[in-house]
């Protein structure tokens, strides 16, 4: 037996009906999707280290165990980590799990890390990355006791059935965004963008048509072939003088003709991430001064972070078929497994947590069924470490083609749902419509998990819901009441 036949088995590519080069093609579909968080990620942690708390202002540099860095030098470190967390993380869920999905720092968190933790509550950037490690020693700890599956089980049937539709609306939501397709509107907080006027919007409606007329016929890569032309027709365009630079490009990317352009930022990376490692272990040592800001750093951390990766594999693993008959994932303490391990060692290495991506959506619809799958994209991840800089060069815009897509054939899983029966109709349909207006996974989830119980004691059939069921309902009032405290100032520190 060869080595590539050994691999096949490893994976077990003939249970799953699948091959080298559909695995292959799924793995660079998903990283292609999730492929932004190596540019959004960094953008949006750096906040959190060149925020000044004595002054309240961000800092164009900051100083890290006594030497000072600029602001692109810091973005820089943080790509490196964000990278590294991911292979770490992915790698995991490749051989020990043998799902195809893939792992970063996850969005949402990241922005809860930088400004509602450092920035709001004043929490230095060294303490919270020590919040984040603790919480991931935690989830491994949970995951290996089995006591996150058992939560997990406890969801509602009509719950489980509706996060798959509810991630898919989220999806086409912030898609669309980012395509300027749905923009601002103080009316009605959004409406329809004006395409006539925006080169983005006009851009993204066109490779959306080409992505779906491709996807309509069977294409195989249809969504990668959308993002690369997509994205190449955006940089013809402003080549050839049509727009302006920072239009269809990614701001900062493309200097005029008279420089270099993107290529001479290839010169100039930053690949020593070692600052803030000695950040995490400063932090470590600084959790003493606070514990009980530290404590509620963690909890928030750790409720928010589970729930999403929750909704978040259950969506995606009812799209590749892996749920059995009652709405649950096998094995799934070994995926859970994975974000636990990526979130200790991302903390350690200066990044937020990290969960499971919805955009694993992508690969999965493009055939991906085995940990293969997961190791191409923990591969193209190490191979982004060699063009850091050049990442940038993709346009968002190009990458959320594939969220509107996958949003769209995601909805398919309203149809195991009881439309029928209130319990299942009022659960379900808060928690497909709950998550895209408040862009939150866990939000969903929330309302759909509260809900049931309640709807079922009114219906008189209280017996078909569990103590644990209440116990879930009653912990996620109780975590919103510590939220909007915080939120409102009501409770201070």
């Known amino acids: 037996m060869g080595a590539s036949d050994t691999i096949a088995e490893y994976f077990g590519f003939n249970e799953s009906d699948t091959d080298y080069r559909t695995e292959t093609l799924a793995g660079v579909t998903t990283f292609l999707a999730m492929a932004y968080i190596i540019v959004v990620n960094p953008a949006i942690l750096s906040s959190a280290i060149l925020w000044n708390h004595e002054t309240g202002e961000f800092q164009g ?3 890290i165990n006594g030497t000072v860095y600029g602001s692109g030098e810091i973005i820089q470190m943080l790509a490196v980590a964000t990278i590294l967390a991911s292979v770490v993380a992915t790698v995991v869920m490749a051989l020990y799990a043998n799902r195809p999905f893939g792992l970063a720092p996850g969005m949402g968190l990241n922005a809860f890390f930088a400004f ?26 949970l995951t290996a006791v089995g006591a996150r599956r058992y939560i997990i089980e406890l969801f509602p049937e009509p719950v489980k059935f509706a996060v798959g539709a509810g991630i898919g609306v989220f999806l086409l939501f912030l898609g669309l965004q980012e395509m300027q397709v749905v923009v601002p509107y103080d009316a009605t907080l959004v409406t329809l963008g004006n395409v006539l006027e925006s080169p983005v919007a006009a851009l993204s409606l066109a490779g959306l048509f080409l992505t779906l007329l491709l996807y309509a016929r069977g294409v195989r890569g249809s969504i990668i072939i959308g993002i690369v032309t997509t994205a190449v027709a ?21 200097d005029d003709v008279t420089n270099e352009g993107v290529m001479s930022m290839l010169t100039s990376v930053q690949y020593d991430f070692t600052p803030l490692f000695w950040g995490f272990v400063d932090g470590l040592g600084m959790i003493t001064e606070d514990p ?26 009812q799209i590749g078929g892996f749920l059995d008959e009652h709405g649950d994932l096998p094995e799934v303490e070994k995926p859970l497994m994975a974000d636990a391990v990526g979130t200790t ?5 200066g990044t937020s947590t990290v969960t499971t991506f919805i955009e694993s959506s992508t690969g999965l619809e493009e055939g991906g069924r085995t940990g293969f799958t ?10 982004s470490l060699l063009i850091v800089p050049l990442m940038a060069a993709i346009p968002q815009y190009a990458t959320y083609l594939a969220l509107v897509v996958v949003g769209i ?9 009881d439309w029928n029966d209130p319990a299942w109709s009022i659960s379900a349909g808060l928690t497909i419509t709950v998550m895209p207006l408040t862009t939150s996974i866990a939000n969903g989830l929330a309302a759909g998990i509260i809900s049931y119980p309640l709807v079922k004691a009114a219906m008189g059939e209280t017996r078909d819901v569990s103590p644990g069921q209440w116990a879930l309902a009653v912990a996620f009032i109780g975590y ?6 915080v939120e409102s100032g009501s409770v201070t520190f």
Request: no cysteine.
């Open 61 to 63: 540099e900051a100083t």
């Open 116 to 141: 509602t933790v450092v920035v709001i509550l004043g929490v230095p950037w060294q303490v919270a990355l020590a919040a984040v490690f603790v919480e991931g020693i935690i989830f491994i700890a």
């Open 234 to 254: 955006g940089w013809v365009l402003t080549l050839a003088g049509v727009v302006a630079p920072d239009v269809l490009t990614p701001e900062g990317s493309y």
């Open 292 to 317: 009980f800001v530290f404590l509620l750093v963690v909890f928030t951390f750790f409720f928010v972070d589970f729930f999403d990766t929750a909704g978040t594999l259950i969506g995606v693993s």
């Open 345 to 349: 060692v991302g903390a350690m290495i």
């Open 374 to 383: 997961a190791l191409v994209v923990g591969g193209l991840f190490a191979l």
């Open 409 to 417: 054939i995601m909805l398919q899983g309203v149809t195991d749902i």
């Open 480 to 485: 919103f009441i510590v939220y909007f405290s």
